[in-house]
């Protein structure tokens, strides 16, 4: 079992960063591949970014290609998300999410097994 646990999250006006940790306890995180996800009121969750345990290829989503880079450092059992150039439509709860490497990469919600309870990103204009 994996408790993810989000941080980093805050207020910053439009064009500026925030960077974003995903704290991993009761198991490391070395063995999942690691996503990042979005959520606005009244919207879907959507994907953001993932990577796997040894990095490699990094899918972002469109509208953040650019501007966010993922990372993880296993020897902490932190995952990150560095956003710059932020804008507010990236105003969101931001969640990480833990996915078994057994199975390949994907992008989509339901594929991830462990969530993190959030961290709210409010970007003003």
């Known amino acids: 079992q994996v408790q993810l646990v989000e941080s980093g999250g805050g207020l910053v006006q439009a064009g500026g960063s925030l960077r974003l940790s995903c704290a991993a306890s009761?198991?490391?995180?070395?063995?999942?591949?690691m996503g990042w996800f979005r959520q606005a009121p009244g919207k879907e969750r959507e994907f953001v970014a993932v990577?796997?345990?040894?990095?490699?290829?990094?899918p972002y989503a469109d509208s953040v290609k650019g501007r966010f880079t993922i990372s993880r450092d296993n020897a902490k059992n932190t995952a990150y998300l560095q956003m710059n150039s932020l804008k507010a439509e990236d105003t969101a709860v931001y969640y990480c999410?833990?996915?078994?490497?057994?199975?390949?990469?994907?992008?989509?919600?339901?594929?991830?097994?462990?969530w993190g309870q959030g961290t709210q990103v409010t970007v003003s204009s």
């Open positions: 999410a833990a996915r078994s490497i057994s199975r390949p990469l994907s992008t989509a919600v339901s594929a991830y097994d462990y």
């Open positions: 009761g198991r490391t995180v070395s063995n999942y591949a």
């Open positions: 990577i796997r345990t040894s990095g490699g290829r990094t």
